[in-house]
């Protein structure tokens, strides 16, 4: 009797393993949200709207707030500026994550059917000669999913006369449940946490 139950939990896990999800994400400076489809739920993000919501068998389950609070004009925090200096100094940590992201979403294009994929990425810092080592570091790491990509997918350019850095994305694709957590446990496990994120500490760490 248990074999039998572990059975059939086995067999109910890789149906849900292996079975195709749908992922959309649409990220730049004022829009921030996604939608995530599974089996027969879907789940719908809107960090904009401060908005999320589920539904299940195409029928609205769920809509709520993300309760973020308005803070009034006057007391709102000014935004913390990274210090370059610090993004200089770790720029070679800041190219090589960006080179694992890059290829893990390789990997997981080839596993994938894309509906659409659009990343535009300007790069820009108030050291010339740092605006043009990232963008030469990144530039070539992104060439291996030109080939996966239509003409004009990717476009990453260096602004010398800016300070602001913009990312702008927009991808939905369809995959298997499997895929996608193998891709993600993967590049978890390839990207330096302990020194990324003491680079990003220090980037955003107030200058006195």
Known sequence: MLLIIFLLIFIIILILFFSPIFFRL?????????????LYGSLYLDWSAQKIGFDLFNHKIWRGSLGKKEVPPKKRKK?????????WQEKDIMVKTAKIVFASMGDLLKK???KKFLLEVKIATPDPA???????????????LNSLLADG??????????????????????????????VIARTFFLLPKLSLMKAIRKLYKKRR
């Open 153 to 182: 997918s990717i476009y990453i350019y260096p602004d010398f006369e800016t300070e602001s850095f913009k990312a702008k994305l927009e991808i939905s694709f369809k995959t298997r449940l499997g895929d996608a957590f193998w």
């Open 130 to 144: 740092l605006t043009g080592v990232l963008y030469g570091g990144i530039s070539s790491i992104s060439f291996p």
């Open 79 to 87: 935004r913390k500026r990274p210090n370059y200096i610090v993004l």
């Open 26 to 38: 649409n990220l730049d400076h004022k829009k921030k949200k996604g939608s995530f489809h599974w």
């Open 112 to 114: 994938s059917k894309l």
